[in-house]
């Protein structure tokens, strides 16, 4: 007998941790995703329309005819009045940090490409896409479920309100 209720006991116990969990987790602090906005999807938008740009390490500020990651996301976001600094290691500290599960439109979204640190910026473009210069492609639309990028995934910003 004393063992059953002792097994009860932790079970009530686990039940009660699970729950506490659970709404620690789901609510008051997850962030959640926000619908997209105008001007997220211009910001998507107007990224699109540099598609086939190609890419250019260290690519100078507000020149479109090349981009590298960062001076991409500088310069889409500039359209929107807003200023970030020019590698993405440093627009890595811009705004407010987002969990990957609660990604909206216009969040910038960053990856250890490097093997040692923040070194690639994309913007999160809805649907598990990302626009981003790549290296191998210039500006480019992919996936961000997609091995490669998933696995080099490291944290998440919301620069627009």
Request: net charge positive.
């Amino acid at each position: 007998m004393r063992t059953s209720n002792l097994l009860k006991s932790f079970a009530k116990a686990g039940i009660c941790s699970a729950v506490v969990m659970s709404t620690i987790t789901m609510g008051f602090f997850a962030q959640k995703a926000h619908a997209a906005t105008p001007e997220t999807i211009d910001l998507i938008s107007t990224g699109k329309e540099y598609i086939g740009t190609p890419y250019r390490f260290g690519a100078p500020a507000g020149i479109t005819y090349a981009f590298d990651c960062s001076s991409f996301t500088q310069f889409l976001y500039k359209g929107l009045d807003v200023n970030l600094p020019r590698t993405s290691a440093a627009q890595a500290y811009a705004g407010k940090k987002v969990a990957k599960g609660s990604l909206s439109m216009g969040d910038l979204v960053f990856f250890n490409t490097n093997g040692k640190s923040i070194s690639h910026v994309a913007i999160y473009a809805g649907n598990n896409k990302i626009i981003h210069s790549s290296s191998s492609q210039g500006v480019t639309v992919s996936s961000l479920g997609s091995g490669y990028w998933a696995k080099r995934y490291v944290t998440a910003r919301r620069v627009l309100n």
